[in-house]
Every structure is written in structure tokens, then in C-alpha cells.
């Protein structure tokens, strides 16, 4: 570390008297002209990598109106990096001329001041041809200054680009950071859809109440701040649920199902027939079913071929999965009797069902379905934005058993 600082100084006390020198303000505005340029390009670089995802995403999707407004980006994309790298290109050799020609007039000047030379050729430690080698170095020293700098800014705006990139893919990886798992930036965008689980439910009471089913029905809607604060609780703290079951953090970002399993404890103490709920829990089953097919999870035969049949009918898709015993396992603590998300991310939305039918002992049926609730891109009569899903199949259900 100590030679890179060295070496950094070095390189400064040979660079800084131009960007001080009479000289300063065309050296400062084309060094930042290329520097921008520089930029630019990265985020070209970064432009395309997104227009790779929508371009072949429309070849997937057959959908040719988007494929020649993707092709038409794509030139525009291209035109644009191709006159950014020559005028880029142009500056810098600019630059480079200007650069070269004021170091090499300042080195000679020191070179030839109170007759440095002569008295050297009468020690007998004249060099040859010093005013080419001072010119030989200058432009080394110029060229390869610009090409390690830009490279170096280019390679680490390069990176940070495209670990956000990457990170905000990774909807199901949050960065833990100061003891807190947070949200990547794409994920903290759409978090008004973290109540799409509660808006289902409540869209599923008005209509079982329009209809005036003949059930007793009782909406509990919990609701909760996930934000870094404070009161926050941290990973590996020690939770206590309404039910006794206590449950170590094994991620903050968890938080939903942790006052969903308090809201299926405290309407389970009641014996219902049925308790069903819905919830925005898990992006693993956005990464297993896609946002228009929502899993559900029951241990009723019954209810679950009813739940598939009435989704097929209203045209309102959902998909069973297993609340696979074996992964119970998966969600026992050493310091508690659970953790809300242990560690492996396999199998996530299971996982959670699983942990969810913890709370769930005296209901004579339970229905939990993951809902996405959310459409991300705009279709014919399905606006970009919220989504009602899982409400209609339910609600059909219900008004054939209690209609």
C-alpha cells in the first residue's frame, strides 16, 4: 500500500504542474471532457446489458412490435457508443499533444537553465541526446498515465455498475449490511406491492359480504414496517410469537410472515372450517412459478382439487405445491424453536408455507397461497401494477360451499 501511495505522488509531481500551469483550463476541460466520455461509454455498456433482457425476452414472447422497436434502440445504442469512443479518442490524442508539448518545454527549459548540460559534459556525465530522451519520456509517460487512469476509472465504474446490477436481479439476496438485511434498489421500487396479500383478502370479504354468504366471516389484516430503525430487531434475535413458538432471525427482510404466523395463531385459537390466507411472502415463487401463477398450499385433498378446479374456471391461475415434510427440519434453531429463513435458499416458498403451518393446529382446513399481486409490465385489459389473484377462484369456492 505504501509503494502504491509512493508511486501515486510520484506520478503527481510529474502530472500536477500542467493542470496548474497557464496551460490549466484547456488541460482540465478536455481531461473531463474524456473523462465523461469515459463514463458514457460504461453506460452504454450497461444500456445494452438491459436491452439484451428486452430484446430477447421479445423474441421469447413472439412479439414483433417490440422486437423492431428493440432493433431500433439497438442502432441508436450503437451510433452513440461508436461516436463517443472516436471523439473520445479525438480528445484524448488532443490532450495527449497538449499534455506532451508543455512537459516537454518545462524538462528541456530545466534541462538547458544555467547551462545544466555543459557542466555535466565537464563531469563526464553527459547523456546522449538528452533533449529526445526527455521527449522519448514524456510521451510515455503521458500516454501510459492516460491509458492506466481512464482504464482504472472505466474498470471500477464497470464493476459497481454492474454489481447493482446484479444485486437488483437477486430480489431473494439481500445485502446485509450493519447487522440489517436490506432491499437491493429493485426491490425497495415495488414494495407498495407488499400489501398485495392484505388487498386480496380485503377484496375477497367485500365480495363474500356483497353476496351475503352464509358464513361467519372474520378479516384479520396484519400489517407491518419494514424499515431499518432502531427498534429493529436484528439477525439472530429471539422472537416470541403470540403462540409461544419462539423463532430466531435468521433474516429481517423476513418480516411478513412473522406477523402473518401471529395472525394465523390468533384466528386459529377460534376452530374454524376454514382459515385461508393470502400473502406477498417469498420471491422464490416468482423464481419457481413466474408473477401470473401464484402457489397455494393445503393438506386438504378436498379443498386443494376445489382450489385447482375453481382457478381453471374463473380463469384465475394457481398452482399447488407441497408442504413437503422431510423440510420441516430445514427450520429448527439451535437457539429457538425456529427460524424464520434458514440458511441454503432452497425450496424458499416451502419453506414458508412450512413455517406458517407451525401456527395452524386446531383450523379443520387452511388454504396459504403466495401471491405475487403484482403485474410488472402492462397486457391487454391487465394494466402495469397491482393484480387481484387468488380472490375470484376462493371467492367462487366459497359461494358453492356456502352460497
Not at 481512464?150 to 474498470?155: E, H, K, N, R
Request: proline fraction near 4%.
Amino acid at each position: 500500500m505504501k509503494n502504491i501511495i509512493a508511486t501515486l505522488a510520484i506520478v503527481w509531481r510529474i502530472a500536477g504542474p500542467y493542470f496548474r500551469s497557464e496551460d490549466k483550463w484547456a488541460g482540465r476541460g478536455l481531461l473531463g471532457a474524456v473523462v465523461a466520455m469515459e463514463l458514457a461509454l460504461v453506460a452504454i455498456d450497461v444500456l445494452v446489458n438491459q436491452w439484451q433482457n428486452r430484446f430477447y425476452s421479445a423474441l421469447q414472447n413472439s412479439d414483433w412490435d417490440a422486437f423492431v422497436t428493440e432493433i431500433w434502440i439497438f442502432v441508436g445504442l450503437a451510433f452513440t457508443f461508436i461516436a463517443l469512443a472516436v471523439y473520445k479518442l479525438y480528445l484524448n490524442q488532443w490532450l495527449q499533444i497538449r499534455w506532451r508539448q508543455w512537459l516537454t518545454r518545462h524538462y528541456l527549459g530545466e534541462w538547458l537553465q544555467d547551462a545544466t548540460h555543459y557542466r555535466m559534459q565537464l563531469k563526464g556525465d553527459a547523456a546522449d541526446n538528452p533533449d529526445q530522451r526527455i521527449t522519448e519520456d514524456v510521451r510515455n509517460f503521458v500516454e501510459q498515465t492516460l491509458t492506466i487512469g481512464l482504464g482504472l476509472l472505466s474498470s471500477i465504474v464497470t464493476l459497481f455498475s454492474f454489481v447493482i446490477i446484479l444485486w437488483g436481479l437477486s430480489n431473494a439476496a439481500p445485502l446485509h449490511l450493519f447487522g440489517n438485511d436490506l432491499k437491493p434498489s429493485s426491490g425497495m421500487l415495488i414494495m407498495k406491492k407488499d400489501m398485495g396479500g392484505a388487498a386480496n383478502v380485503l377484496a375477497l370479504a367485500r365480495m363474500v359480504m356483497d353476496a351475503k354468504l352464509k358464513v361467519r366471516l372474520r378479516v384479520l389484516i396484519p400489517a407491518v414496517e419494514n424499515a431499518v430503525a432502531g427498534n429493529a430487531f436484528h439477525p439472530l434475535d429471539i422472537f416470541t410469537s403470540r403462540k409461544g413458538i419462539t423463532v430466531e432471525i435468521g433474516n429481517t427482510d423476513a418480516e411478513g410472515r412473522l406477523v402473518l404466523a401471529d395472525a394465523l395463531a390468533l384466528a386459529d385459537e377460534e376452530k374454524p372450517d376454514l382459515l385461508i390466507d393470502l400473502g406477498t411472502l417469498t420471491g422464490a415463487a416468482r423464481v419457481a412459478l413466474g408473477p401470473d401463477l401464484p402457489p397455494f398450499y393445503t393438506n386438504d385433498e378436498t379443498l386443494a382439487a376445489d382450489v385447482a378446479r375453481f382457478a381453471v374456471k374463473e380463469n384465475d391461475p394457481l398452482w399447488r405445491m407441497p408442504l413437503w415434510p422431510p423440510y420441516d427440519a430445514w427450520l429448527d434453531s439451535k437457539t429457538a424453536t425456529i427460524t424464520n429463513a434458514p440458511s441454503g435458499g432452497f425450496a424458499g416458498s416451502i419453506i414458508c408455507a412450512l413455517f406458517l403451518q407451525r401456527f395452524v393446529e386446531q383450523a379443520k382446513s387452511w388454504l396459504h397461497v403466495d401471491i405475487y399481486g403484482w403485474t410488472p409490465s402492462a397486457k391487454p385489459a391487465r394494466p402495469e401494477g397491482g393484480e387481484c389473484q387468488a380472490a375470484r377462484a376462493i371467492y367462487a369456492l366459497l359461494s358453492e360451499r356456502y352460497g
